[in-house]
């Protein structure tokens, strides 16, 4: 079965980075992409990126664009994501999710349980 | 960007109601359209891609339809598990995008 596990709540500071997994579970790794999606306490869903598990190519949103990172451990069959030089408008649940396709240009079929990342002073 | 208006942002309705839904892009993206719904505290969850498929798993109660701009989403017998936020996605061009959202509450 299908499933996607990140990693857990993290807390940081103005200027701190943070990384947060996924792992994912119940079918072969390589074969459909991970994008990021944010969303802002009470907000909406906020597209951040995605990366090819297949050979590491990356697209990230033009907003979040130097500050972001989005890498895969194939063997671990977990993607990771890095924002830096965070800010409070930072604070949102941050999701994994699996490409229903293998480009980015795909609906998402499974997504994470979400990582809450806080970013206050 | 493309930008997706979802149309209304909320709606109250009972229990067996016939519920719809629309998402307007501001440009063609033919059938890259996708409908998630989303609970409190949970991720979203995909009902519909290809702007008609039904996800797997997903009742037959929830269709959708359209195609280049105007999309919409039907629940036809609103079940009370069906109260929730739903949101339209395209993934036609970068970068992807969603709608803002529309909340359906009870009556």
């Known amino acids: 079965q299908v499933h996607l596990v990140q990693s857990g709540a993290e807390v940081k500071k103005p200027g701190a980075s943070v990384k947060v997994s996924c792992e994912a579970y119940?079918?072969?790794?390589?074969?459909?992409?991970i994008t990021w999606v944010r969303q802002a306490p009470g907000q909406g869903l906020e597209w951040m990126g995605w990366i090819s598990t297949y050979n590491g190519n990356t697209n990230y949103a033009q907003k979040i664009q130097g500050r972001v990172t989005m890498t895969r451990d194939t063997p671990r069959s977990t993607a990771y994501m890095e924002l830096r030089s965070l800010r409070s408008d930072d604070t949102a649940v941050y999701y994994c999710?699996?490409?229903?396709?293998?480009?980015?240009?795909?609906?998402?079929?499974?997504w994470g349980p979400g990582t809450l990342v806080t970013v206050s002073s | 960007a493309i930008q997706l208006t979802q149309s209304p942002s909320s709606l109250s309705a009972s229990v067996g109601d016939r519920v719809t839904i629309t998402c307007r892009a501001s440009q063609g993206i033919t059938s890259a359209l996708a409908w998630y719904q989303q609970k409190p505290g949970k991720p979203p969850q995909l009902l519909i891609f290809d702007a008609s498929s039904l996800a797997s798993g997903v009742p037959s109660r929830f269709r959708g339809s359209g195609s280049v701009t105007d999309f919409t989403l039907t629940i036809r017998s609103l079940q009370p598990e069906d109260f929730a936020t739903y949101y339209c996605?395209?993934?036609?061009?970068?970068?992807?995008?969603f709608g803002g959202g529309t909340k359906v509450e009870i009556k």
């Open positions: 999710a699996r490409g229903r396709y293998t480009s980015t240009y795909t609906p998402f079929d499974f």
């Open positions: 119940g079918y072969t790794f390589t074969t459909s992409g």
């Open positions: 996605q395209q993934f036609n061009s970068y970068p992807l995008t």
